[in-house]
């Protein structure tokens, strides 16, 4: 059974700094895309950042870029996202999700729909 556990949430002050990590456990998948998606309070879930298995190509949400840091340890079957510069709009439940495509796209394009593996999520609050 593939489980993804999330960790690293919690209250920080607007400009302060989070690392959130997603352990992988259950799965034997060689191609895949894993990341972030985010849902903040009566807001559709968006995609935030992701990397590929194959390439370790990473993908940022525009809200992202030039703050958050997308990274992965296979040794560990971890995923990092290093979140500094938080703002309040960054407050949400940060899920960690991933996809059997070995592509961005669902990520790009918000398709949360079809992802084939969903963490429980850890909160985000940024006060201001």
């Known amino acids: 059974e593939v489980q993804l556990v999330e960790s690293g949430g919690g209250l920080v002050q607007a400009g302060g700094s989070l690392r959130l990590s997603c352990v992988a456990s259950g799965f034997i998948l060689e191609r895949y895309t894993i990341g972030w998606f985010r849902q903040a309070p009566g807001k559709e879930r968006e995609g935030v950042s992701c990397i590929s298995s194959i390439d370790g190509h990473t993908y940022y949400a525009d809200s992202a870029k030039g703050r958050f840091t997308i990274s992965s340890d296979n040794a560990k079957n971890t995923v990092y996202l290093q979140m500094n510069g938080l703002k309040p709009e960054d407050r949400a439940v940060y899920y960690c999700?991933?996809?059997?495509?070995?592509?961005?796209?669902?990520?790009?394009?918000?398709?949360?729909?079809?992802?084939?593996?969903w963490g429980k999520g850890t909160l985000v609050t940024v006060s201001s």
């Open positions: 999700a991933l996809d059997s495509s070995s592509t961005s796209w669902k990520f790009r394009a918000n398709y949360y729909y079809d992802m084939n593996y």
